[in-house]
């Protein structure tokens, strides 16, 4: 294999970087700016929390497809990886979450051991926003609502892995129909397990976009019928709105319509010149976006509770120690607790 097949070049490696940290910047930016009424004029700028969402769901398909393509047939190192990669931070967040509870005074009013469970089984999401939510996420952490899919997604991918590097082209037609139906199926049926099922098709795009890339293709048109697929997902979602009738821009129906074509959108649109000039621009910035990436797991995790939900963090004063404790916090989920969880084998 030549080089362009087997690695990630130094640009792609910098925009990857870049797009993780602003991302993940944008969503804790995204949830203060709402707490504190910051969302209008200037401010109207971060309302799109979710589409970073979407951006870090592309990116994990991506990376994960790009790093764990031949390891993951191994299916017990590749979890244990993941499991390292996400708990430590799911761990730190419901200790925080819970001690800033009982900081404000309100812990047992709010505990639910219900929510504890289904966010430690990763079985949450957000019930005010869709219809058949499990559970809600731990003491109203409300983007832990992801984790329950990405960890869904990583589940799935050795199996859908192992069937694609045997015949890529009919397994990526039943991603696609599988996908489809199962949007389907939660119109008809609203149910946690069907929802996530049709979401793996935007993760899928992006392990896809991977694939291309690492077949030394350079635009969209390399993974189109995956691309087919993830359109069809737009124009299902877009006749649910229709026959449902529209609630409100981040409410179901609308809402998995604004997922799937943001992910389209994006998909295309990084894809193409455009996505090579971003990266070339990513270069100078590569150090600092590192470092930061390596720690937006953490920063997504445990915003909201230190940032949003403490009242401590209600003040300026009171804002500035908590995003130092944010960025601590952080540092720690990302890249300190996880040297001691066992390690698993790289082949």
Not at 19 to 27: C, E, I, P, Q, T
Not at 55 to 84: D, H, M, Q, T
């Amino acid at each position: 294999m030549d080089e362009a097949r087997t690695k990630l070049s130094p640009r792609i490696s910098a925009g990857l970087d870049v797009a993780r940290a602003l991302a993940a910047s944008y969503v804790v930016l995204h949830h203060v700016a709402n707490a504190r009424g910051w969302s209008h004029g200037l401010g109207l700028l971060f309302r799109f929390g979710q589409e970073a969402v979407l951006v870090f769901f592309l990116l994990s398909g991506f990376v994960i497809f790009a790093n764990e393509r031949s390891r993951a047939l191994s299916p017990k190192g590749y979890y244990i990886r993941r499991i390292r990669r996400i708990y430590p931070g799911v761990i730190i967040v419901i200790i925080i979450s819970t001690a800033i509870a009982i900081d404000n005074g309100d812990f047992l009013k709010r505990f639910n051991w219900w929510d504890l469970f289904a966010t430690l089984a990763s079985l949450q999401d957000i019930s005010s926003l869709k219809p058949g939510v499990i559970a809600d996420p731990f003491l109203g952490n409300d983007p832990l609502w992801s984790l329950s899919y990405e960890m869904a997604f990583y589940l799935a991918f050795p199996f859908v892995l192992r069937a694609w590097s045997q015949n890529p082209g009919q397994t990526g037609m039943i991603v696609g129909v599988v996908c489809c139906t199962a949007y389907a199926l939660f119109v008809a049926w609203p149910n946690h397990a069907c929802l996530v099922v049709a979401y793996f098709l935007v993760w899928w795009s992006g392990a896809m976009a991977a694939d291309a890339y690492l077949r030394g293709a350079r635009d969209f048109r390399a993974f189109l019928p995956t691309l087919g697929w993830l359109a069809l997902q737009c124009a299902i979602s877009a006749v649910v709105v229709k026959l449902v009738g529209y609630k409100g821009l981040g409410f179901y129906p609308f809402l998995p319509f604004r997922h799937f074509a943001a992910g389209l959108a994006m998909l295309i649109v990084f894809s193409s010149p455009v996505g090579k000039v971003a990266a070339n621009w990513c270069l100078p910035i590569a150090r600092p976006a590192a470092y930061c990436a390596s720690i937006s797991y953490g920063l997504y995790v445990l915003h909201y509770p230190i940032l949003v939900d403490w009242d401590r963090a209600k003040s300026p004063a009171g804002l500035a120690m908590a995003a130092v404790l944010l960025i601590v916090s952080a540092y720690l989920a990302d890249r300190q607790l996880n040297i001691y969880l066992p390690r698993a084998p790289r082949n």
